[in-house]
């Protein structure tokens, strides 16, 4: 006989799945975290519950689970991926998914596809369509562009908004449109922080609704990209003179909430103003969404503070101050433990159990670990493991259980992209163009290196065995000669 199914369980677990693609504990590898483009699947699976006998009941739920992993491999709806951490497999899954190994701009490029003017922002991937942003070099004009997968031809490319006055950015590291687009069905949300939010509609390109009026100086330029939750677009505006995170209605643009950083500000002056205009202040960290025994709460990191919240009010649950400035590293959340580098100066990587409220005092961090986190580039996880590259070209290993390092090795270039996990390797790339592709494992293994023309800002994207690498200047299709 089968074993019964807890009707009322599987309810909520769909019921928390429609939520945040996120919500399954992310210290438990053996479990599928769904994608909201299953939950219609899902929907149809509890209807069916109440009509057909319980063999058939499991019969279809395998089914289901089965489709469930199918998309979750061949879409990548956030910047990070999937499972937001930088992991082009479910945790525990151990199939491949058939990756390239080598590549140049005469082998195993599908296509490539010139990019207008010029965006960091990384590649989304929804049902066929790939999302990027890009703007004018000094700011004026601001475009999002929708790519087919397939055939890499521009499907849309429209300026969204315009700024007569953008501020200067002062360097050539950043640029005017960073943050990445995240998607759902039927929906494309691109962001270039204060200056525009938008939704477009993915199937007939109708600009559903924009904001203009979120007020905050980047100063260097905007960096956090916009995340779902539920009903909401949530942003993150950390600049020299605002620095808060807001909740909008997905369906209108309309602010819900707001919620005012509240770290204790390591930046004053003997005039008790902030220093170099509160340059310290700013930061470009995307938050995440995680489930604490079956409670939502983001996870997020600014200047000289981590903070956790709850996504659907915007309440702060808890802070732990910090020591560093201006990051713009994912938080990470594995066995327990969230674990975020805090920055620039005395910038560390740290963890603790996000399961406290009110101020958190030091005792409450699990480790530490002081020069080991990257200040740019986001790590990726694999089985307890967290590899990182740092803009300075250090690669590094880490245990998540307590930060022991495991090893470190010195690649070479400078580095702006987040890191990939993807069958059993770590892609890192360069902003001059190279690509090290590593083993993901307790030693380091060097496996190959390629180089494109253009260099990359932009971290990279997968579908099924595909690549997807923005580079300056054109985004590009890699996959295997001779796979579909």
Not at 130 to 142: K, L, M, R, S
Not at 311 to 319: E, F, H, I, K, V
């Amino acid at each position: 006989m089968p074993e019964p199914i807890n009707l009322r369980k599987t309810l909520e677990t769909f019921g928390r799945a429609r939520l945040q693609p996120s919500l399954f504990r992310g210290d438990a590898p053996q479990e599928r975290r769904p994608t909201s483009t299953t939950f219609s699947v899902h929907c149809s699976v509890v209807s069916l519950m109440l009509r057909i006998n319980m063999r058939e009941t499991a019969a279809v739920l395998l089914l289901s689970f089965c489709s469930l992993a199918a998309s979750a491999a061949a879409d990548w709806p956030d910047f990070r991926g999937p499972w937001f951490d930088g992991r082009a497999t479910a945790p525990g899954q151990t199939n491949r998914l058939g990756l390239p190994l080598h590549w140049s701009e005469t082998e195993n490029v599908k296509w490539k596809t010139p990019i207008p003017y010029r965006g960091w922002s990384s590649p989304v991937i929804l049902n066929g369509q790939i999302w990027v942003t890009t703007a004018t070099p000094e700011g004026h004009d601001f475009f999002a562009l929708c790519v087919d997968q397939q055939s890499g031809r521009i499907l849309f490319n429209q300026k969204l908004f315009h700024c007569d006055n953008p501020e200067s950015l002062g360097n050539d590291l950043n640029c005017y449109a960073s943050p990445s687009p995240v998607l759902e069905p039927g929906r494309a949300y691109v962001s270039f922080g204060s200056y525009g939010t938008a939704c477009v509609d993915t199937g007939n390109f109708k600009v559903l609704w924009q904001r203009d009026d979120l007020p905050c100086r980047h100063y260097r330029g905007p960096g956090s990209s916009p995340i779902l939750f539920s009903n909401l677009l949530i942003l993150t505006l950390d600049g020299v003179d605002l620095q808060y995170v807001a909740g909008l209605d997905k369906s209108t643009g309309k602010t819900v909430w707001k919620t005012d950083r509240a770290a204790h500000w390591k930046d004053l002056g003997a005039d008790g103003r902030p220093m170099r205009e509160g340059d310290a202040r700013k930061a470009y960290s995307t938050p995440i969404i995680i489930d604490i025994d079956g409670i939502p709460q983001m996870l997020s990191v600014a200047s000289y503070a981590a903070y956790g919240y709850d996504p659907a009010t915007g309440r702060q649950l808890w802070m732990l101050s910090c020591e560093g400035f201006s990051p713009a590293s994912r938080p990470i959340f594995d066995q327990g433990l969230a674990i975020f580098a805090s920055g620039n100066g005395k910038g560390e990587l740290l963890a603790l159990r996000p399961d406290g409220q009110g101020e958190r005092p030091a005792s409450a961090v699990v480790w530490r670990a002081a020069h080991a986190g990257p200040t740019r580039t986001s790590g990726a996880l694999d089985n307890g493991l967290l590899f990182m590259v740092n803009e300075g070209g250090a690669a590094s290993c880490i245990q998540t259980a307590d930060g022991a390092a495991v090893w470190r090795e010195r690649i070479g270039g400078e580095y702006s992209a987040s890191v990939l996990y993807g069958d059993g390797r770590i892609y890192a790339f360069s902003q001059e163009g190279k690509s090290t592709v590593f083993k993901a494992g307790r030693a380091y293994e060097p496996l190959a290196t390629n180089q494109l023309a253009g260099g990359f800002m932009s971290s990279p994207a997968v579908s099924g065995g595909a690549l997807y690498l923005r580079t300056r200047t054109d985004l590009y299709r890699i996959e295997e000669s001779g796979a579909r």
